[in-house]
């Protein structure tokens, strides 16, 4: 009988950290509660036409292009180290405190894409970086992470790996707390209903004479992208939309402070994760309104910089 496969049992990812870029190493991590991922690559063929002929005369192969897309229900921060590109481990026993911050470049990681059955199915993506992440909470949800990989190359084998599963708590909204304010002095802005954090790293190939493979990927601009919707209880955050930190009920006519905000999200004192946005712009706003239902407020902010905090029980010894 024909084996037909399922994501549900048969799919599979690890993640490993890569020493030199491009070259594969061995994939034992795991990423979170994985529920979509799309791996695959593009060929960018090379075309001939001439006179005669309505067809084409020639094709030849191209430059290869491979990604992957993740997401997964948010357990630890592991892809967040490679789309940040900085990690620092503390503590000496559970909970351990892991601060991700911004680099100029970012760590290069080998992903292995497996399904395991009767006969096994691995893709093993060599040079991954990760060129866009998500964090999104929404009301009723959990906390997921989406990410965009682009990867230099794979190879594929008929062994898998076994799948982990971590124990590691998921994150809800009832978990989460909104903040803004001045850097320090953040209060919690009241009914938040939804948050999206993006980070962009705008990666381009490095393309070269005498090889159909990128060199590597180089990282542009850093760009974030944060969204928040919130029950309309109050104008404060209009006031901050207006002029910053300080607040206006007009539209500010010289450039003002930006603000803090802060998402907090917590299970426990021991289990949490807090991101940091510094400087920030509200750069849209909106409040529809119609028949029926609250009004809410929508915001596009801009934060300058960001920084992330994890509490878990990993180790840096096993991260």
Not at 126 to 139: E, Q, R, Y
Request: proline letters at 3%; aromatic letters at 10%.
């Amino acid at each position: 009988m024909t084996e037909n496969y399922s994501g549900l049992k048969n799919a599979y990812i690890l993640i490993g950290k890569e020493t030199t870029y491009g070259t594969a190493v061995a994939c034992t991590k795991d990423v979170g509660i994985v529920t979509d991922m799309n791996w695959g690559g593009t060929n960018e063929i090379v075309t001939s036409r001439g006179m005669s002929s309505r067809g084409l005369t020639q094709i030849q192969i191209g430059n290869w292009r491979f990604r992957g897309d993740i997401t997964c229900e948010f357990q630890n921060g592991r892809l967040l180290e490679y789309a940040l590109g900085s990690v620092t481990h503390s503590g000496t026993a559970d909970p351990y405190t892991h601060t991700f911050s911004e680099a100029d470049d970012l760590p290069s990681f080998t992903a292995e894409v497996g399904l395991d059955g009767t006969t096994d199915d691995v893709e093993t993506y060599a040079g991954c970086k990760i060129n866009s992440l998500t964090l999104a909470l929404d009301l009723g949800g959990k906390l997921t992470m989406r990410a965009e990989v682009l990867a230099k190359t794979v190879s594929t084998s008929t062994t898998a790996s076994a799948a982990i599963v971590d124990d590691l708590p998921t994150y809800t909204w009832a978990h989460a707390t909104f903040k803004t304010g001045a850097s320090g002095a953040e209060t919690a802005v009241a009914q938040c209903r939804a948050f999206e954090w993006t980070i962009t790293n705008n990666l381009s190939p490095i393309d070269k004479f005498g090889s159909y493979l990128p060199e590597g990927y180089l990282e542009e601009n850093r760009d974030y992208s944060v969204r928040v919707t919130l029950a309309f209880t109050d104008a404060n955050e209009r006031s901050r939309f207006l002029a910053g930190t300080t607040g206006a009920t007009t539209p500010a006519e010289t450039d003002f402070e930006g603000f803090s905000a802060v998402l907090e999200v917590a299970r426990s004192a021991s289990r949490k994760i807090t991101i940091t946005m510094s400087d920030c712009h509200y750069t849209d706003y909106g409040r529809p309104i119609s028949v029926g239902g609250l009004i809410l407020q929508d915001f596009t902010l801009v934060p300058r910089s960001c920084t992330i905090v994890t509490l878990d029980d990993i180790d840096s010894t096993t991260w």
